[in-house]
């Protein structure tokens, strides 16, 4: 169920604060192409059947239901959800621009379990949640204390699971995390944060980076998978224990993922020396927690120009993931064609293939490894 990274304008750089070729690796794997490999196998493909009335003009995250498939796309341009069936045609539209019921303010992602569609929405920090048809069901905000802190959403018996903060870096005046400061959050269904657990790696607290939103994924018997922006680690988490739910850590590096090389302070200009130095690294955009206990690291770069919002070409972006066993420390290193939208219920894959309105096509991938 899940997200792909947002453009980087001067309100989405205060949102982050808060919210292939072969080559080696540290072990001597080499990154293989998908072409090279059974591990991700491609079983099917939905072309997006475009027209002048119904159509797509940013997406931004993807969720899918199955039985029929439909994979529900936050359009963050159009501000609406698009809903896919499976010959590629846009079934219906949920939400259209607006501050009032049933309507939305740039969506970012969502989350749809069954009779429900939650939508979380830049512009005003809140999350609109629908029927699968499209009637509106209610609107929530966090509480005043609290920040979105990543795009991922679990709906779970009696409300949600995300990643929340309470820390604000224009209070403190550092990009620097409290050593206390939890990640991620259990909620009602009215959005009232019950509890708080998890904390951020030592690269946070150590120092000032930009970028500091969570990665996750949940399965159904509680098990959780928390991943960081810049750090290539996957913290996993038991829900159903009491106290302390935290397990263990694991490692998913790849060969290719560039770490950032220096700090990026809160204080640093909203200009060009900040974008090359965020060009400069890659950003974990996915972690993806399958069953016989697989994880996915799925890692992008991003340019300059996407940061800047100018001459962003997506086919200058590079997307690859580490695959592995939370039982094992063997990893296995991949390339991929786009970037990864979400997993349904059978723990496929659905890979963005081609972004190009009009040609959009998704990939849908079995995992086959170990």
Same mark, same amino acid.
């Not at 292939?20 to 001597?28: N, V």
């Not at 475009?50 to 239901?65: C, M, N, P, Q, S």
């Not at 890979?351 to 190009?356: A, D, G, I, W, Y």
């Given at each position: 169920?899940?997200?792909?990274?947002?453009?980087?304008?001067?309100?989405?750089?205060?949102?982050?604060?808060?919210?292939?070729?072969?080559?080696?690796?540290?072990?001597?794997?080499?990154? $293989?192409?998908?072409? @090279?490999?059974?591990?991700?196998?491609?079983?099917? $493909?939905?072309?997006?059947?475009?027209?002048?009335?119904?159509?797509?003009?940013?997406?931004?995250?993807?969720?899918?239901?199955?039985?029929?498939?439909?994979?529900?796309?936050?359009?963050?341009?159009?501000?609406?959800?698009?809903?896919?069936?499976?010959?590629?045609?846009?079934?219906?539209?949920?939400?259209?621009?607006?501050?009032?019921?049933? @309507?939305?303010?740039?969506? &970012?992602?969502?989350?749809?379990?069954?009779?429900? *569609?939650? *939508?979380?929405?830049?512009?005003?920090?809140?999350?609109?949640?629908?029927?699968?048809?499209?009637?509106?069901?209610?609107?929530? !905000?966090?509480?005043?204390?609290?920040? =979105?802190?990543?795009?991922?959403?679990?709906?779970? !018996?009696?409300?949600?699971?995300?990643?929340?903060?309470?820390?604000?870096?224009?209070?403190?005046?550092?990009?620097?995390?409290?050593?206390?400061?939890?990640?991620?959050? +259990?909620?009602?269904? $009215?959005? /009232?944060?019950? /509890?708080?657990?998890?904390?951020?790696?030592?690269?946070? !607290?150590?120092?000032?980076? #930009?970028?500091?939103?969570? +990665?996750?994924?949940?399965?159904?018997?509680?098990?959780?998978?928390?991943?960081?922006?810049?750090?290539?680690? =996957?913290?996993?988490?038991?829900?159903?224990?009491?106290?302390?739910?935290?397990?263990?850590?694991?490692?998913?590096?790849?060969?290719?993922?560039?770490?950032?090389? /220096?700090?990026?302070?809160?204080? &640093?200009?909203?200009?060009? @020396?900040?974008?090359? !130095?965020?060009?400069?690294?890659?950003? *974990?955009?996915?972690?993806?927690?399958?069953?016989?206990?697989?994880?996915?690291? =799925?890692?992008?770069?991003?340019?300059?120009?996407? #940061?800047?919002?100018?001459?962003?070409?997506?086919? /200058?972006?590079?997307?690859?993931?580490?695959?592995?066993?939370?039982?094992?420390?063997?990893?296995?290193?991949?390339?991929?064609?786009?970037?990864?939208?979400?997993?349904?219920?059978?723990?496929?894959? #659905? =890979?963005?293939?081609?972004? +190009?309105?009009?040609?959009?096509?998704?990939?849908?991938?079995?995992?086959?490894?170990?």
């Amino acid at each position: 169920m899940r997200p792909i990274g947002c453009s980087l304008t001067v309100s989405l750089v205060m949102g982050i604060l808060l919210t292939t070729g072969c080559s080696s690796g540290p072990s001597g794997s080499e990154v $293989t192409s998908l072409d @090279e490999t059974a591990a991700l196998e491609q079983v099917d $493909t939905v072309e997006i059947q475009e027209t002048d009335e119904r159509f797509i003009g940013e997406l931004a995250d993807a969720d899918i239901e199955l039985d029929p498939l439909r994979i529900y796309v936050a359009d963050r341009k159009m501000q609406r959800i698009a809903v896919i069936t499976a010959d590629g045609s846009i079934d219906h539209f949920i939400g259209e621009a607006g501050r009032g019921p049933g @309507e939305l303010g740039r969506p &970012i992602f969502l989350s749809v379990d069954e009779d429900r *569609v939650v *939508v979380a929405q830049r512009r005003w920090r809140g999350f609109s949640v629908f029927d699968t048809s499209g009637t509106p069901i209610d609107d929530h !905000r966090l509480p005043g204390e609290h920040y =979105v802190g990543g795009y991922d959403l679990f709906q779970i !018996r009696d409300g949600y699971v995300m990643p929340v903060t309470s820390f604000s870096p224009q209070r403190m005046g550092s990009l620097r995390v409290p050593s206390g400061e939890n990640t991620v959050a +259990t909620l009602n269904d $009215t959005f /009232e944060v019950e /509890e708080t657990f998890g904390t951020f790696p030592s690269l946070y !607290r150590d120092g000032e980076y #930009y970028s500091q939103q969570r +990665t996750m994924d949940l399965r159904a018997d509680s098990l959780a998978a928390v991943g960081y922006r810049l750090v290539p680690n =996957v913290q996993l988490y038991d829900l159903t224990r009491q106290g302390d739910p935290h397990l263990q850590t694991l490692s998913f590096d790849h060969p290719d993922f560039r770490p950032p090389q /220096e700090e990026t302070p809160l204080d &640093i200009a909203i200009d060009d @020396e900040l974008y090359e !130095r965020l060009a400069n690294y890659d950003i *974990v955009e996915e972690t993806m927690l399958l069953q016989d206990d697989i994880v996915v690291q =799925v890692f992008a770069n991003h340019t300059k120009g996407y #940061y800047k919002q100018t001459e962003f070409k997506p086919s /200058e972006q590079e997307h690859f993931a580490t695959l592995g066993t939370i039982d094992s420390d063997e990893r296995l290193p991949l390339s991929l064609p786009g970037p990864v939208l979400a997993r349904d219920e059978k723990d496929r894959l #659905y =890979v963005e293939l081609n972004p +190009t309105p009009d040609n959009r096509k998704i990939g849908i991938y079995e995992v086959n490894w170990p």
